[in-house]
T-cell receptor
Framework: QKEVEQNSGPLSVPEGAIASLNCTYS??????FFWYRQYSGKSPELIMF??SNGDKEDGRFTAQLNKASQYVSLLIRDSQPSDSATYLC?????????WGAGTKLIIKP | DVKVTQSSRYLVKRTGEKVFLECVQDMDHENMFWYRQDPGLGLRLIYF???????EKGDIPEGYSVSREKKERFSLILESASTNQTSMYLC???????????FGPGTRLTVT
């Protein structure tokens, strides 16, 4: 059974600090990695995707991928209360996406 | 801008009823998916479709069926609704160049 693991949280971070979200996966053949944000009662929306080892930055968000360690992370700089949501990690496997259960992030003003 | 729509945001049905959930996408995507999402369990794949008239079972297909007669439309059918099918149902379509999945707004189904 291919798995994606995330800490369910909640992860509480002060406003303006860096939030660090982590995800591990079991399928070494995975090629594409996604971070989705889901507000309560809403559907998931894509924040970032990453295919290559290393860092990928987009505004306040940085995705980090380490295929050797089977580890992908999302950093949110200058966290805002509007970043409070559940963050879902998804990993491609055999043309499907395997989803983590999500980490609930709370940004405290 | 990709748009995925679902026929209902909220639905209340009785045990034993046949339930139809409709999903339509406007980006000419070949792949479409049906998930259910329950607290603490994340997204679980019910069925997916690679193309018109093609369907594959996901992780939890029991009690469900699907129909894909046209490329833009993917329907989920609960043959005989049961209380354990009370859940949020999410439809998605996929861009084959990026593997990104685009989600509809979801249907919160309650079976009483």
């Amino acid at each position: 059974q291919k798995e994606v693991e995330q800490n369910s949280g909640p992860l509480s971070v002060p406003e303006g600090a860096i939030a660090s979200l982590n995800c591990t996966y079991s399928d070494r053949g995975s090629q594409s990695f996604f971070w989705y944000r889901q507000y309560s009662g809403k559907s998931p929306e894509l924040i970032m995707f990453i295919y290559s080892n290393g860092d990928k930055e987009d505004g306040r968000f940085t995705a980090q991928l380490n295929k050797a360690s089977q580890y992908v992370s999302l950093l949110i700089r200058d966290s805002q209360p509007s970043d409070s949501a559940t963050y879902l990690c998804a990993v491609s496997s055999n043309y499907q996406l395997i989803w983590g259960a999500g980490t609930k992030l709370i940004i405290k003003p | 801008d990709v748009k995925v729509t679902q026929s209902s945001r909220y639905l209340v049905k009785r045990t034993g009823e046949k339930v139809f959930l409709e999903c339509v996408q406007d980006m000419d995507h070949e792949n479409m998916f049906w998930y259910r999402q329950d607290p603490g369990l994340g997204l679980r794949l019910i069925y997916f479709s690679y193309d018109v008239k093609m369907k594959e079972k996901g992780d939890i297909p029991e009690g469900y069926s699907v129909s894909r007669e046209k490329k833009e439309r993917f329907s989920l059918i609960l043959e005989s609704a049961s209380t354990n099918q009370t859940s949020m149902y999410l439809c998605a379509s996929r861009d084959l160049t990026t593997y990104e999945q685009y989600f509809g707004p979801g249907t919160r189904l309650t079976v009483t």
